[in-house]
C-alpha cells in the first residue's frame, strides 16, 4: 500500500482526471472493507437500542456521494431504504472525532423524530471508521434534483404552496421539539411519490439549549443565515431565514446566488444585505413572506407556527378562487385572517 503515492482516476468518458492523494486513495479502498459487494451485506454490530441487525441489510447501487458520506440504495427486513455510509477520515483524528459526534447526534434525533414530513429513522450501526444511518427510501430524490429537472419559473403555484407547507410542518414540529435543523435546503428535502416533503439530514442539527455560537460552523453559505456566517450565537430563526431562500427556490427553480461562489454569497449576504431576485412574477403575498423571512434581523423572520397559518389560509383561498393569488393585496389580510391569533395577526399588520 505505501508504494502508492497516487494513483489515475478515469471518469466515465474514459479520460483521466485528477490524481487522488495517498489519504484520498487509502479512505476509497477502505470502503471496500465494509461493502463486500453489490448486495452484500455490512460488517458490524451494535448494542444500542437502534442498532441495526447487519444479517438483514443488504446494499444495491449507490446514487448519492457527499464529501465524507456514500448514500445507496438497499433492503432492509424486505423494505426498501436509504443506506448512508459515513467515513472516517484516517489521517485527521479532529474531523474523525467530529464525524463521529454528528453520527451520534443525528442518531439521537433521528430515533425521537415521528412525524409526517420528517423523514423516518429505521436503524443505524456505529462501527469507526465506518458509520451507517438507515431511513425511509423515497423515490424522487431530493427537491433539488427534482426542482432543477423543471423549466425555470415553472411550477404551478398550488404546487409551490403544497411543497411549501410540507416543508413548514415539519420544521414547525422540529421547533415544538427544541430542535434545530441549521441546514435546511433543497438538497436535504426529499421527495415520494406522492410528492410528499421530508425533511431529512440532521448531521449538524442540535438542540436549541445547546447550540451555543456557530464558531468553527461549517453548513451551505448559500442557505446560511448572516448570524451564522458571521459565527455569531443563532436561534431558530436561523431555519426560517433558510425556508425563505427554499421558497425562492420553489417559485423559480434556480440555484440561489448561482453566479457567485459560496464565498461570495456568504459576503454579499452580510456586507451587502444581498438576496436572491425575487421575479417579477412572483406572486405579492409570496413576496412579503420570504422577505419577512430572510430578513437581516432574526426578530423579524415569523415562527414557523405563524408560516403554516399563513400557508394554510392561502391554500384555502386558492382552493376557493385559483386566480387568488392574482388579485391578492395586503389591503385583503383582514378578510383572509378574521380567526388568526392576535399576535399572528399584528404581525401582518391585519
Given at each position: 500500500m505505501k508504494k502508492f503515492h497516487c494513483f489515475k482516476q478515469i471518469s466515465n468518458n474514459g479520460k483521466l482526471e485528477r490524481r487522488l492523494s495517498l489519504g484520498e486513495y487509502e479512505r476509497a479502498v477502505s470502503w471496500s472493507k465494509y461493502l463486500v459487494s453489490s448486495g452484500a451485506e455490512i460488517k458490524g454490530e451494535g448494542e444500542e437500542e437502534w442498532s441495526a441487525d447487519m444479517s438483514q441489510l443488504f446494499i444495491g447501487n449507490k446514487f448519492a456521494t457527499g464529501k465524507h458520506s456514500r448514500i445507496y440504495r438497499g433492503i432492509?427486513?424486505?423494505?426498501?431504504?436509504?443506506?448512508?455510509?459515513?467515513?472516517?477520515?484516517?489521517?485527521?483524528?479532529?474531523?474523525?472525532?467530529?464525524?463521529?459526534?454528528?453520527?451520534?447526534?443525528?442518531?439521537?434525533?433521528?430515533?425521537?423524530?415521528?412525524?409526517?414530513?420528517?423523514?423516518?429513522?429505521?436503524?443505524?450501526?456505529?462501527?469507526?471508521?465506518?458509520?451507517?444511518?438507515?431511513?425511509?427510501?423515497?423515490?424522487?430524490?431530493?427537491?433539488?434534483?427534482?426542482?432543477?429537472?423543471?423549466?425555470?419559473?415553472?411550477?404551478?403555484?398550488?404546487?409551490?404552496?403544497?411543497?411549501?407547507?410540507?416543508?413548514?410542518?415539519?420544521?414547525?414540529?422540529?421547533?415544538?421539539?427544541?430542535?434545530?435543523?441549521?441546514?435546511?435546503?433543497?438538497?436535504?428535502?426529499?421527495?415520494?411519490?406522492?410528492?410528499?416533503?421530508?425533511?431529512?439530514?440532521?448531521?449538524?442539527?442540535?438542540?436549541?439549549?445547546?447550540?451555543?455560537?456557530?464558531?468553527?460552523?461549517?453548513?451551505?453559505?448559500?442557505?446560511?443565515?448572516?448570524?451564522?456566517?458571521?459565527?455569531?450565537?443563532?436561534?431558530?430563526?436561523?431555519?426560517?431565514?433558510?425556508?425563505?431562500?427554499?421558497?425562492?427556490?420553489?417559485?423559480?427553480?434556480?440555484?440561489?446566488?448561482?453566479?457567485?461562489?459560496?464565498?461570495?454569497?456568504?459576503?454579499?449576504v452580510c456586507q451587502k444585505n444581498a438576496r436572491p431576485p425575487l421575479p417579477s412574477t412572483c406572486p405579492v403575498a409570496f413576496r412579503r413572506l420570504i422577505n419577512r423571512c430572510w430578513s437581516s434581523n432574526p426578530n423579524k423572520r415569523p415562527h414557523f407556527e405563524e408560516i403554516v397559518n399563513i400557508l394554510e389560509v392561502y391554500a384555502a383561498s386558492i382552493e376557493q378562487d385559483p386566480e387568488f393569488f392574482l388579485s391578492y393585496s395586503p389591503s385583503n389580510d383582514h378578510i383572509l385572517f378574521p380567526c388568526l391569533p392576535k399576535c399572528i395577526a399584528a404581525s401582518l399588520g391585519v
Open positions: 432492509y427486513k424486505h423494505r426498501d431504504v436509504a443506506i448512508k455510509l459515513i467515513s472516517q477520515p484516517q489521517e485527521d483524528g479532529h474531523l474523525a472525532a467530529l464525524l463521529e459526534k454528528q453520527f451520534s447526534s443525528e442518531v439521537s434525533l433521528l430515533f425521537r423524530l415521528q412525524h409526517p414530513n420528517i423523514i423516518t429513522f429505521v436503524a443505524a450501526c456505529k462501527k469507526p471508521p465506518v458509520f451507517c444511518i438507515i431511513t425511509e427510501y423515497l423515490a424522487v430524490g431530493s427537491l433539488r434534483k427534482y426542482l432543477h429537472q423543471q423549466e425555470p419559473y415553472s411550477l404551478p403555484l398550488n404546487l409551490v404552496l403544497k411543497l411549501a407547507l410540507d416543508i413548514a410542518r415539519g420544521m414547525q414540529y422540529l421547533h415544538s421539539l427544541g430542535i434545530l435543523h441549521r441546514d435546511l435546503k433543497s438538497e436535504n428535502l426529499l421527495l415520494g411519490e406522492d410528492m410528499c416533503v421530508k425533511v431529512a439530514d440532521f448531521g449538524i442539527s442540535c438542540l436549541e439549549s445547546q447550540c451555543g455560537s456557530a464558531k468553527g460552523f461549517t453548513s451551505t453559505y448559500r442557505w446560511m443565515a448572516p448570524e451564522m456566517i458571521k459565527e455569531k450565537h443563532h436561534t431558530k430563526k436561523v431555519d426560517v431565514y433558510s425556508f425563505g431562500i427554499v421558497l425562492w427556490e420553489l417559485l423559480t427553480a434556480l440555484t440561489p446566488f448561482d453566479n457567485m461562489t459560496p464565498e461570495q454569497a456568504a459576503f454579499a
